[in-house]
């Protein structure tokens, strides 16, 4: 397993921003044509993410001559290595508790992510069991905001907390749904819970 330099979650934002986009400047882009093409509203707060990413070793510190957002040599090794992704922290397959911390990144084989951005979690608790889901293992999870009935996702709850749970919605009510018999479901209004990624793949260390 590789890891490198943590940065925090809006730094990521930015950083894969940089990463998708470089190619799409005639020059690399300054703060104001970053917060532009974001939809930022604070240029301060983009300087301090992007302080950020140069503490890092990600992004180059401007300088007179310079003075876009350039991507150092390390960020062009990361975009030529395609087989890892980032690991924002751990999930509860259990009580909820809280999903992201800081970033690092792990080595994953191209069969367990697919064509979309995706991230990874490291489970805590036994709630999912019952479906081959047990405490430490790594859960590839593919980011998005829906999911079908009956899949296994990464919720939000009261833009707090996070669990892993098989998920089923309906107009009033969304239920998470543990998979162990001896766990009851978790009931929502459905304002209450937010999709933040479906399950993709599974990693487990037997060492």
Request: hydrophobic share 40%; proline share 5%; net charge negative.
């Amino acid at each position: 397993m590789k890891t490198k330099a943590a940065i925090t979650r809006k730094q990521q934002e930015v950083y894969n921003f940089l990463l998708e986009n470089q190619n799409h400047f005639e020059h690399p882009p300054t703060l104001s044509e970053i917060c532009s093409a974001m939809g930022l509203k604070s240029r301060g707060s983009l300087h301090k993410h992007i302080q950020g990413l140069i503490e890092a070793g990600l992004v180059e510190a401007p300088n007179r001559k310079q003075r876009g957002i350039r991507l150092t040599e390390v960020s062009e090794q990361i975009l030529e290595t395609a087989d890892e992704l980032p690991l924002v922290g751990t999930i509860a397959a259990g009580q909820p508790i809280e999903a992201i911390e800081n970033i690092r990144y792990m080595t994953v084989p191209e069969q367990l992510k697919t064509e979309m951005p995706c991230f990874i979690l490291q489970v805590r608790g036994d709630s999912m069991i019952e479906v081959g889901i047990f405490d430490g293992d790594w859960v590839v999870i593919e980011k998005r905001a829906y999911a079908r009935n009956g899949e296994i996702v990464v919720a939000l709850i009261d833009k707090v907390e996070a669990t892993l749970k098989t998920i089923q919605q309906a107009p009033n009510e969304t239920v998470l749904i543990p998979a162990n018999e001896s766990m009851p479901a978790m009931h929502y209004q459905p304002s209450q819970v937010e999709i933040q990624g479906v399950l993709v793949g599974q990693m487990r260390s037997y060492k």
